[in-house]
């Protein structure tokens, strides 16, 4: 079972494994590379899913398929999550595993998109803020906002308390929303979003709300989604993402005593 | 507040923290006390149907009987501020003649596909408490302000004479 913990509870051995997987799996150019499974949300695939009751399921099952690509490389790794409710967040904004240039070629700083040069050119056209394009080939850029305008603890407690998975998913997607804004940059605009490795520490927070709100709602459900859906860019149904468990992963929560 | 400086220290890859006020919209309403069960109902939403997310992500604030509001317009309770949704943008279109044009897929008994990724979506920000603190203070509400704020890419928003908040229309629901 592979546990998925917050990234800022990360041992340092954790933290440098981590960096290994994600430094190795952005050396993998081919199906089981970061950029492949990057480029199944946005550009060139487009597979992702936003706006519809499938944005939770589909995105569970997309986490689950490069963790698995990612396990394949190293079986102890699991996804890391960003906990942007937190203080530390509120105070400082991205996680410092994401931001520190003193780690000599952090992974977790920006990442590249493969992408093809003409679509390359549309971008820098249109919007050329969204990617660093003094560097060849471009990487991925953030421009954060004030860090308390990040999502509350508050704010997601009552979105947690939500009755049905529609008002659930409804709420969340919109926090999810901005969040991807308050990072800005690539993280912006779908198309791009992916090839920043702190849209995975993200999303992995948003499965986790999820996660928890199945606990507190075990017969919740996903509203009107039917569950032989096939979740489009995996092999994976919505009834086959329903338990975490099943998938061989589970969230690690921090006791704290004395 | 608009463009104040983030508190990140500067890494690569970081760019300046930047936010642009859109071009707002304002429904003029009269809804009087009498319409809203003298305020005794237990929740009321906005819904925004048909909501572009073509463009830039962008924060919509919603404030009531505030048609003057702007982007630098607290969002506090007592300037009317009731809420905001959020739009995660697809930037502009990347793809080729026609890639980003919704199309009628998805809808025909056969066609198995998904709808297109464009197509307009659904926002809903709840109001309950906002809307009865108005309503005690002004009687009736008269004006829904929708305030748009962009993050960044200023070339998408600059290039869209009709602004980047676009929605086919917006109803209110209360519930006992």
């Known amino acids: 079972?592979?546990?998925?913990?917050?990234?800022?509870?990360?041992?340092?051995?954790?933290?440098?494994?981590?960096?290994?997987?994600?430094?190795?799996?952005?050396?993998?150019?081919?199906?089981?590379?970061?950029?492949?499974?990057?480029?199944?949300?946005?550009?060139?695939?487009?597979?992702?899913?936003?706006?519809?009751?499938?944005?939770?399921?589909?995105?569970?099952?997309?986490?689950?398929?490069?963790?698995?690509?990612?396990?394949?490389?190293?079986?102890?790794?699991?996804?890391?999550?960003?906990?942007?409710?937190?203080?530390?967040?509120?105070?400082?904004?991205?996680?410092?595993?994401?931001?520190?240039?003193?780690?000599?070629?952090?992974?977790?700083?920006?990442?590249?998109?493969?992408?093809?040069?003409?679509?390359?050119?549309?971008?820098?056209?249109?919007?050329?803020?969204?990617?660093?394009?003094?560097?060849?080939?471009?990487?991925?850029?953030?421009?954060?906002?004030?860090?308390?305008?990040?999502?509350?603890?508050?704010?997601?407690?009552?979105?947690?308390?939500?009755?049905?998975?529609?008002?659930?998913?409804?709420?969340?997607?919109?926090?999810?929303?901005?969040?991807?804004?308050?990072?800005?940059?690539?993280?912006?605009?779908?198309?791009?979003?992916?090839?920043?490795?702190?849209?995975?520490?993200?999303?992995?927070?948003?499965?986790?709300?999820?996660?928890?709100?199945?606990?507190?709602?075990?017969?919740?459900?996903?509203?009107?989604v039917p569950l032989d859906q096939a979740l489009q860019g995996t092999p994976l149904t919505v009834r086959q993402v329903l338990d975490i468990n099943q998938l061989g992963y589970d969230y690690a929560t921090k006791v704290t005593t004395g | 507040m608009i463009n104040s400086p983030a508190t990140n220290p500067p890494a690569p890859g970081i760019l300046p923290y930047h936010r642009r006020a859109g071009r707002g919209k304002s429904h003029a309403l009269n809804l009087e006390l009498g319409h809203l069960q003298r305020g005794t109902f237990n929740r009321a939403d906005l819904v925004f149907e048909g909501v572009d997310h073509s463009g830039p992500s962008f924060e919509a604030r919603v404030f009531l009987n505030h048609p003057d509001a702007t982007a630098d317009t607290p969002r506090t309770v007592d300037e009317g501020y009731a809420g905001s949704f959020h739009i995660l943008g697809h930037g502009n279109c990347f793809g080729d003649v026609g890639h980003c044009d919704v199309d009628d897929r998805g809808k025909a008994p056969h066609d198995l596909r998904g709808p297109h990724p464009l197509t307009p979506t659904r926002k809903q920000v709840t109001i309950t408490e906002a809307l009865k603190q108005v309503l005690a203070r002004d009687g009736k509400l008269e004006q829904v302000t929708l305030v748009p704020v962009a993050y960044g890419h200023p070339a998408t928003s600059e290039a869209d004479p009709e602004g980047f908040l676009k929605y086919e229309k917006m109803d209110l629901f209360t519930y006992d």
Not at chain 1, 104 to 120: D, H, Y
């Open chain 1, 1 to 224: 079972m592979a546990i998925r913990q917050n990234i800022a509870n990360l041992s340092a051995a954790d933290l440098a494994t981590w960096r290994q997987v994600m430094t190795a799996s952005k050396g993998l150019l081919d199906n089981r590379g970061y950029i492949h499974f990057a480029g199944m949300h946005g550009l060139p695939n487009q597979f992702c899913q936003h706006g519809t009751p499938l944005f939770l399921p589909w995105h569970r099952a997309y986490l689950y398929m490069l963790e698995m690509a990612m396990r394949d490389i190293n079986s102890a790794v699991a996804l890391p999550w960003w906990d942007w409710t937190s203080d530390d967040a509120h105070t400082n904004g991205l996680p410092a595993a994401y931001t520190d240039a003193s780690v000599a070629g952090n992974p977790l700083l920006s990442g590249e998109t493969g992408l093809p040069q003409r679509t390359l050119q549309r971008i820098q056209a249109q919007v050329p803020d969204s990617l660093d394009f003094s560097v060849n080939p471009p990487l991925t850029v953030r421009a954060p906002g004030p860090p308390d305008e990040l999502p509350s603890a508050a704010t997601i407690e009552a979105i947690l308390g939500a009755p049905t998975f529609a008002d659930f998913t409804s709420q969340l997607e919109d926090q999810h929303n901005q969040v991807h804004g308050w990072v800005g940059g690539s993280m912006g605009i779908v198309p791009i979003a992916a090839f920043d490795p702190i849209f995975f520490a993200h999303h992995t927070m948003i499965d986790r709300l999820w996660y928890l709100w199945q606990l507190r709602n075990p017969n919740g459900g996903v509203g009107t």
